[in-house]
């Protein structure tokens, strides 16, 4: 069958005072039903971009050069703006690394998590009573009593389960998940992740799971997807990922980080060498100024996405040289 969420050679730029920056470059990646895939990479790799781009929650400055997404088979990029937003808090849904994001601070939880439900079926009473069933669900202890509180008199955990309860509600068929436990201590990180993990299973959802933390990923995703300047550099199986990385970038990140995806691990590791400027021309490796295996080819040619396996492509010139050797 085919994916839920199909994004084809994606680019877009950002207008800026300084020019244009690339902040995604042919970026193609599925999302299967069901499935997790998460989206790893340092800071200003396009992450956050890519799930707003998602989302269509980007900012005025914007430009999506070319590219498709399909959602359901039909083409987001495409789609008229009020059936566009129709499918947020419905079909899609998203939650944020700061819960008072998605969270309107002047109103009580009760009343925003009813309204959310506009989609659905059933009373207020009975959407009443689905919104303290997922508060409880989440964890909030005694739901009844603290339903009609304020967000800020909940504790910024508290909050991000506040969202997590909301975002799961309408049960979409797709959850954007933005570095939801970045704020948060590690003790609480790890219970969150394992309450998505468990939503997740019983709704049959699918999770675009953006992070920094290796060892979330590990735990939660199915799929991986490895992001370097705007683009994906490789992408495969949870499992290929960390045991048998590609390219080099990913080797680098899990060669520093030494318990590999020890829990410990709080955040990637930073790679030395210096950050390519997203304002630059587009040709040559964009890994090319930090890798330590580049070669002529490297700087004069964008290596295209080479398979290594079924499920596990990614894009260095090396897989295409060790395919000459080999043949
Ligand atoms: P982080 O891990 O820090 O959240 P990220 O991977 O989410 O990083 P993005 O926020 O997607 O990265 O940014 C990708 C690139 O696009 C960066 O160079 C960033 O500076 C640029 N960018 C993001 N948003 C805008 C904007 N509104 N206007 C101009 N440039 C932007
Ligand atoms: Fe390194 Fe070249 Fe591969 Fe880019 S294409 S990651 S520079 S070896
Ligand atoms: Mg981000």
Known sequence: SRPLLEIRDLNLDFGTPRGRIHALRNVSLDVPAGQVVGIVGESGSGKSTLAYTVMGLLPESADVKAGSILFEGKDLL????????????????????????????????????????????GSRSEKRTRALEMLHRVGIPDPQSRIGAYPHQ??????????????????????????PTTALDATLEVQIIHLLKDLQKEIGC??????????????????????FA?????????????????????????????????????????????????????????????????????????????????????????LDEERLVSA
């Open 206 to 227: 699918s999770i675009l799971f953006v992070s920094h933390h290796l060892g979330a990923v590990a735990e939660l995703c199915d799929r991986v997807a490895v992001m």
């Open 78 to 121: 495409k789609m008229p703006a009020p059936a566009r937003r129709s499918l947020l808090g419905d079909r899609l849904s998203m939650i944020f690394q700061d819960p008072m994001t998605a969270l309107n601070p002047v109103r009580t939880i009760e009343s925003q998590m009813i309204d959310i439900q506009h989609h659905e079926q």
């Open 230 to 318: 705007g683009e994906v550099v490789e992408e495969g199986a949870v499992r290929d990922i960390f045991h048998n990385p590609a390219h080099p970038y990913t080797r680098a990140l899990l060669e520093c980080d030494p318990g590999r995806i020890k829990k410990s691990t709080r955040t990637l590791p930073t790679i030395p060498g210096e950050v390519p400027s997203l304002l630059g021309s587009k040709e040559g490796c964009i890994f090319r100024t930090r890798c330590p295996q580049a070669f002529n080819r490297c700087l004069q040619e964008n290596p295209v996405e080479y398979r290594i396996g079924v499920d596990h492509v990614a894009r260095c010139h090396l």
């Open 154 to 179: 909940f504790s910024g955990g508290m909050r991000q389960r506040v969202c997590i309860a909301m975002a799961l509600l309408v049960k979409p068929a797709l959850l954007v998940a933005d570095e």
